[in-house]
């Protein structure tokens, strides 16, 4: 088999299984381990997988600028945060990033909820501004155009004095064994501290997130406590409740 054939074989089988094992696909093509990890090299450099250790899996569905992402799956996100809204009562402190998924919660927010918000999103807190009695806490730093956030060493040694009740993450990648990662360092390591700073995690992501993986660690699986989708019923989920984490 051709290596042109050998590629196609792996990102078909890919599509299909969300993952990829060196030794399945060495005994499938009837080629070396070695020639495999090649292939799946190539196809990492290219941008086509993320290499994990024994294979691959996909990287996550994010092609989009922020502005862009507001409309991608917007009912389901609608849907997800109706039921992140039961996790929210009067007089908590929360965090939350800045995202698509978050920022459609925030808009679902009741006039009279009353809570502490930090945040480093401008979007969040725009909307917040015109909320009646949530008190908001911008984090500061350096803005990201794309992102719409702020990040840098501001923003985490800022985050560092808090001490939330939650922290709700909008998720561009949830995998069992990579953990929650993420496409740009400087975000991960923001995310990465808002975990930190809260008693409890919650992921809010759309299922098209779940099984992928991008270069930059945010935290393990374990770091979440929940996750909130719009199909929680779907097999490729049991992995993490397996792992005690709470999926609805």
Known sequence: ????????YILKKLQTDQKVLQTELSSDLQVSEDTVRRDLEVLAQSGQLI???????PHSPNPYSFKER????????????RKALSFLH???????????????????FPPNLHLTVVTNSVPIVAQLIEHP??????????????????????????????????CFLGICSLHPDAGVTG???GEADVKSVMVESANKTIALATSDKMGTAEPYKVCEI????????????????????????QVI
């Open 133 to 166: 009695v949530i008190e908001v806490v911008f984090t500061g730093g350096r803005i990201g155009k794309d992102s719409q956030t702020a990040g840098g060493m501001d923003t985490i040694n800022m985050l560092r004095k808090v001490h939330a009740d939650l």
């Open 51 to 57: 290499k994990v250790r024994g294979g691959a899996i």
């Open 1 to 8: 088999m051709l290596k042109e054939e050998r590629l196609d």
């Open 222 to 245: 374990t770091g979440l406590d929940t996750i909130i989708t719009d199909n929680p019923d779907l097999p490729s989920l049991k992995p993490y409740v397996d792992l005690g984490i």
């Open 70 to 81: 507001i409309r991608y799956h917007e009912d389901d996100k609608k849907h997800i945060a």
């Open 183 to 185: 496409l740009d360092l």
């Open 90 to 108: 009067d007089g908590q402190t929360i965090i939350i990033d800045g995202g698509t998924s978050t920022l459609t919660l925030v808009q679902l």
